[in-house]
T-cell receptor
C-alpha cells in the first residue's frame, strides 16, 4: 500500500512570507496528525484531525498557523506570516491499528 | 503531565554488539502505548516496535526488543547484533489512549555503529 505522501520536500522562504504544505494520508486512515520537529528535538504535535474535524489543536500557534482537511482525506498546513523560529521539519502522519505512519516530511527554512 | 525522557543524547556501539537505549515515561493514565521510531539522516520516521500498557510480555520485532518495566516506568529499546545501517536517531514515544492517540516524543538518542 502507498505510504503517507507530503509535498514539497524542501522549502526556503523569507520571514513574513507565507507557505503551505500538503499531506495525503494512507488510504482509509481516518486520523491525521501534523507534527513540527525542530532540529535536535523530538516531534511535537501541532494539530490532529479525525476525518475532517479537529480533535486537538492546542499546540497550534493560531495567530499564524492554520490547517484544514478537506473531505477527510488530504490536508494542508499553512503558515502566514512565517517567522525565523518556524524553521523545522513538518511531519504528517496517519494512524493505523497501533502505530502512526509518517510521511517523509517537509524541511522548511525561514531566512 | 505526560512526559518521555531519553537521557542519552548519543551512544556508540561496535558492529555486531548489542546496545540498549533508555526511555522513561510519566503518565497517570492506566491505558497507554509505548513506541520506538528510527529516524535516519534522510528524515523519515520509521516505526520499530510497540508495547501496550496491558501487554504481559515484552515486545520483540526481529533484532529489536522492548524491555518494559511498568513499575519503574521504563521502556528501553534493545538492538541485538548492531549493523552499520542502525546508525540513526532513535525516538521513544508514548500514546495516551484517552487523549486522541497523539504521540508524545522524547528528545531522541543518536546511535552511531562503529565498524
Amino acid at each position: 500500500e502507498a505510504g503517507v505522501a507530503q509535498s514539497p520536500r524542501y522549502k526556503i522562504i523569507e520571514k513574513r512570507q507565507s507557505v503551505a504544505f500538503w499531506c495525503n494520508p494512507i488510504s482509509g486512515h481516518a486520523t491525521l496528525y501534523w507534527y513540527q520537529q525542530i532540529l535536535g528535538q523530538g516531534p511535537k504535535l501541532l494539530i490532529q484531525f479525525q476525518n475532517n474535524g479537529v480533535v486537538d489543536d492546542s499546540q497550534l500557534p493560531k495567530d499564524r498557523f492554520s490547517a484544514e482537511r478537506l473531505k477527510g482525506v488530504d490536508s494542508t498546513l499553512k503558515i502566514q506570516p512565517a517567522k525565523l523560529e518556524d524553521s523545522a521539519v513538518y511531519l504528517c502522519a496517519s494512524r493505523g491499528p497501533y502505530e502512526q505512519y509518517f510521511g517523509p516530511g517537509t524541511r522548511l527554512t525561514v531566512t | 503531565a505526560q512526559k518521555i525522557t531519553q537521557t542519552q543524547p548519543g551512544m556508540f556501539v561496535q558492529e555486531k554488539e548489542a546496545v540498549t537505549l533508555d526511555c522513561t515515561y510519566d503518565t497517570s493514565d492506566p491505558s497507554y502505548g509505548l513506541f520506538w521510531y528510527k529516524q535516519p539522516s534522510s528524515g523519515e520516521m520509521i516505526f520499530l516496535i510497540y508495547q501496550g500498557s496491558y501487554d504481559q510480555q515484552n515486545a520483540t520485532e526481529g533484532r529489536y526488543s522492548l524491555n518494559f518495566q511498568k513499575a519503574r516506568k521504563s521502556a528501553n529499546l534493545v538492538i541485538s547484533a548492531s549493523q552499520l545501517g542502525d546508525s540513526a536517531m532513535y525516538f521513544c514515544a508514548m500514546r495516551v489512549d484517552n487523549q486522541g492517540g497523539k504521540l508524545i516524543f522524547g528528545q531522541g538518542t543518536e546511535l552511531s555503529v562503529k565498524p
